[in-house]
């Protein structure tokens, strides 16, 4: 247990005006060593909420023991005081923020002097929770080889169910000036460690190694199980709370990190400070790392569609451009024909112009589709025909100069395409009715380009086929991204997601549009799908499915497989079809095949729907 000392800049203060006054009897020298004599412990310094009581103070001789070193990135090193007080709220350790390479050991016994600080990674707008550091420090080493403060175990047990306190309305809903309920709250419990030394055991890896050498875990295996090993992020209720970023102290060069995937267990004993980043918020950073025990999970193969069955697949292949190598082509084709079964129709998203990111005007997609579509009739599937609508330079967001788009790929020994009037990329497609039938006015078009909800974002592509006699409607989406968006362990609680807006607005000019088919004919076959950007049970979605248009399939499926990304350990759909009410069987599969690995084709899971129209 450990507690706040009440002792702060404010008592020093009232020395000094006592000394001045005279009210104080006996010499300043007499005062400081009455000062001195209670010296500032690293407990005072983090205090019982998350801003240090001392931010922006000058401390003195804090002492602690070295409990991690960081040599690159944020460097510094993090101390603890091995005699904790007796106030679960206040932490024992803190990081120094050296900027150059730290001198100090693990295991030195030394005293600080230095500033008190609040660093908020990614800057003060992103939301994020501060860090509590002592900033342009002194050192004093006074012993090494010292033993370090015994790591405090964090477990299911530990870990509170409820994930963050409500914020203080009068601080426009942040939580940093509230005192921590560490038993209470999973975010308080976490930041009551803040720069403490702390440990888990063998623990179910949730979140794939990434690029930059981190890997979630969860300390609760039970908690939303998803059916591959996963974490589901089922509600914005379900946060998920044994989550846990892992880092590793020791540099790449020194020590490779290793590679693991979903479901994938990290066994024995990983120890080390307890760090708060700007990707994720509470990181462990290894000084042990346990070691990655391999599972047996393997890409997902979706079942080929029946002759009478039209499959209609969505997938996000992450700005493809003629420039990436063949590689990357070849194995999101392989990808096309042997999980996905060679769907019928194929809508793509994030299909670069023919040089990708080089910003020279370019914003035909041709070179990239015969390169793509020839990487899949070699590795077996059918020879794919395309239709898309070329964007407007640098007006759909996405990657500079690269003017990605949504594509249509279709099997024309299967499915055939019904021209009409090709639209551009100003030119609205329209619904008229024809032999009491529904029909485009533009086949390929584009629903409401004009409209604001589409600035800077990819506007839907709308396509009229036909299969075995039978038109079939569909819609290809790139809704916005959530760029912008709080995360999970903002001080804002609930987190600000400023980026739903948007997608709000343009969920509403697509659900608006398929009520326009649905007008001309209420039994039109309608398939509204892409990268949604959102979650099944966001703002988003509902509208999409306003007035019973639209039904999210992947609601279809049991809760502990809807999923279609993985973000910081949290499974969660962004991609989804989404189905008119004619359409009532069918079958759908999110085909897990990127998403839960550390080697990706693309870091989105494809999904599938195949019915009989």
Excluded: C
């Amino acid at each position: 247990m450990r507690s706040s000392h009440p002792r702060s800049a404010a008592v020093a203060a009232l020395v000094a005006t006592a000394l001045a006054t005279g009210l104080l009897a006996g010499s300043a020298d007499a005062a400081e060593g009455a000062v001195s004599a209670d010296p500032i412990r690293i407990h005072d310094i983090q205090g019982t909420t998350r801003i240090s009581p001392l931010s922006g103070k000058q401390v003195a001789d804090v002492e602690g023991i070295v409990t991690g070193v960081r040599t690159y990135g944020s460097r510094g090193f993090w101390i603890q005081d091995p005699d904790a007080d007796d106030n679960d709220a206040t932490s024992e350790g803190v990081f120094v923020f050296t900027s150059s390479v730290p001198t100090v050991a693990v295991g030195d016994a030394v005293k600080v002097s230095g500033t008190v600080g609040e660093y908020v990674p990614g800057g003060l707008n992103s939301g994020n929770q501060s860090v509590t550091q002592i900033s342009k420090p002194t050192v004093t080493v006074v012993s090494s080889g010292n033993a370090l403060p015994e790591a405090t175990a964090i477990n299911e047990y530990s870990v509170p169910a409820e994930y963050a306190p409500a914020g203080d309305p009068a601080a426009a809903g942040s939580i940093n000036g509230l005192t921590l309920e560490p038993t209470r709250y999973a975010l308080d419990y976490y930041e009551s460690l803040e720069g403490m030394n702390v440990k888990i055991g063998t623990s179910r890896v949730v979140g794939a190694t990434d690029p930059y050498s981190e890997l979630w875990v969860t300390v609760k295996g039970w908690e939303n199980a998803a059916k591959r090993g996963g974490t589901i992020y089922g509600s914005y209720e379900s946060q998920n709370t044994g989550r846990l970023q892992i880092q590793q102290l020791a540099p790449l060069a020194q020590q490779p990190f290793p590679v693991a995937n979903v479901g994938d267990k990290l066994t024995g004993t990983t120890e080390g400070p307890l760090d708060f980043n700007q990707f994720g918020g509470y990181t462990l950073v290894a000084r042990t790392l346990g070691t990655v025990k391999a599972g047996t999970l393997a890409p997902e193969k979706t079942k080929p569609q029946t002759e009478q069955e039209l499959a209609v697949a969505t997938y996000n292949v992450e700005n493809l451009d003629p420039s990436d190598p063949q590689e990357k082509f070849d194995a999101l084709a392989k990808a096309v024909v042997e999980n996905l079964a060679a769907p019928d129709i194929l809508a793509l998203e994030e299909i670069q112009d023919d040089n990708g990111a080089k910003n020279d005007g370019t914003v035909s997609a041709e070179q990239t589709l015969t390169k793509f579509t020839a990487a899949i009739t070699a590795a077996g599937g059918p020879a794919y025909q395309w239709r898309t609508i070329n964007p407007e330079d640098k007006k759909d967001g996405g990657e500079p100069g690269g003017n990605i788009r949504q594509v249509f790929l279709f099997n024309p020994a299967r499915v055939s395409f019904t021209e009409r009037a090709p639209g551009d990329a100003v030119t609205a497609t329209g619904v008229v009715k024809e032999n009491g039938k529904a029909a485009l006015t533009h086949s390929p078009g584009r629903i409401d380009p004009a409209n604001p909800a589409w600035a800077d974002s990819r506007k839907p592509l709308a396509g009229e086929f036909v299969f075995r006699g039978k038109t079939v409607f569909v819609i290809a989406n790139h809704f916005g991204s959530k760029g912008g968006d709080e995360g999970l362990t903002s001080h804002h609680q609930p987190p600000v997601r400023s980026s739903e807006a948007k997608r709000l607005l343009q969920a509403q000019a697509v659900n608006g549009f398929v009520k326009e088919i649905l007008a001309a004919d209420k039994n039109a076959n309608v398939l509204v799908l892409g990268d949604i950007n959102d979650f099944e049970f966001s703002a988003t979605t509902d509208a999409l499915a306003d007035g019973g248009a639209l039904y999210p399939a992947i609601k279809s499926l049991p809760k502990a497989e809807r999923y279609s990304y993985v973000y910081q350990g949290n499974a969660q759909v962004l991609d989804q079809i989404l189905t008119s009410p004619a359409i009532k069987k069918f079958t759908y599969d999110s085909v897990h095949i990127n998403a839960e690995f550390a080697a990706q084709n693309s870091d989105h899971d494809p999904q599938v729907l195949r019915f009989r129209p």
